[in-house]
Nanobody, 120 residues
């Protein structure tokens, strides 16, 4: 089973930046489309950013222009660069595979996630 291990979260002030990393344990990493998701307390998990094979990216409207998803196939790692952070970005961030905007609802295996807290 593919495993995802996220890291890089922390506490930052409004306007600050973080870079999240996610190491994926699979020898098929380069063939995966991947995404970052987040879940705030009391809210449903939501798609933040995706990168399909071929490196085409897409972003949720609420992070466009602020977040950047990227990957390093040699390191089996996907990244999320987050700039201009806002308090509403506070959530646990997860990475996982991507097969469409609602695919996450069918995923039953998630990594531990990494907590991002943005103070006002």
């Amino acid at each position: 089973q593919v495993q995802f291990v996220e890291s890089g979260g922390g506490l930052v002030q409004t306007g600050g930046s973080l870079r999240l990393s996610c190491v994926v344990s699979s020898n098929m990493f380069s063939m995966y489309s991947l995404a970052w998701y987040r879940q705030a307390p009391g809210k449903e998990r939501e798609l933040v950013a995706s990168m399909v094979v071929g490196d085409k990216t897409d972003y949720a409207d609420f992070v466009k222009g602020r977040f950047t998803i990227s990957r390093d196939n040699a390191k089996n790692t996907v990244y999320l660069r987050m700039n201009s952070l806002k308090p509403e970005d506070t959530a646990v961030y997860y990475c996982n595979r991507y097969r469409g905007p609602d695919y996450w609802k069918t995923i039953d295996y998630w990594g531990p996630g990494t907590q991002v807290t943005v103070s006002s």
